[in-house]
């Protein structure tokens, strides 16, 4: 996940809840991270779940890109 | 059904509507934030945009759709489990669309902050600044009010 200047806070911690089943207290540390570092690693497993998390993600406005493990 | 109804002042936010639909004619051939999607098949990467761009219209039909008759004769507008979604997600694409066409001038951080000084802003920009603001304010209503009965988690 890469950060914008755009979407609010509350706005993409009930995205992570809703997307990526996280709790309130992982959704906040991820989206903190976001906006603090400018990036997050969300989710990591097979490309194809990886992919269908992307384009979740993607539906809702938010920036996520699909890296393979090495990149990072 | 939980249903939330706001009631909205005409004369401040229906000139901000002009602005609402011209961004979303705007978005009807483009996504609101373009993706870096160089890993995936082309042929792929055109279904997944195509997906995207489904959407995406279809969220700003249901923004639209809020400001209808009740909104005019009464300056209400009412958000439920069958909008709630697609209005959130149609506000975000307008506010991105936003900053990108009429935006541009002021810093991200101002916008992140919204320490702006409204009377520093020509009209265009001050009616752009005025209507990025309403929509998260809507995105704000329907995320405090209608929690996870509606946007599920």
Redesign the interface.
Known sequence: MLN?????M??VV?VF??VL?FDETKARRHMLEVHEQGRSVVWTGVRETAEAHV?SL???????????DEAR | MKRVEVKLSLPVVAPLLDVIRELSCDLEKNL??P??LH??DPEFRGA?IG??LA?QNDDLRALLALFGGEFFSEGIVAFDETNAEPI??AC??V??HL?ERRLKSLS??S??TGDIDMDGLDEITRKAFMCYLFL?TV??LI??HLDSSI???
């Open positions: 914008d200047p755009v979407n609010l509350s706005y009930m809840k809703k089943g384009f993607q539906q809702w406005h938010l920036t996520a890109v699909l890296e393979p | 609101a934030a993706q870096a890993d995936l997944w997906e995207l959407g959130v997600r975000t694409a506010r991105l900053r991200d951080e916008l992140e998260a995105q704000e995320i405090q946007i599920g988690s």
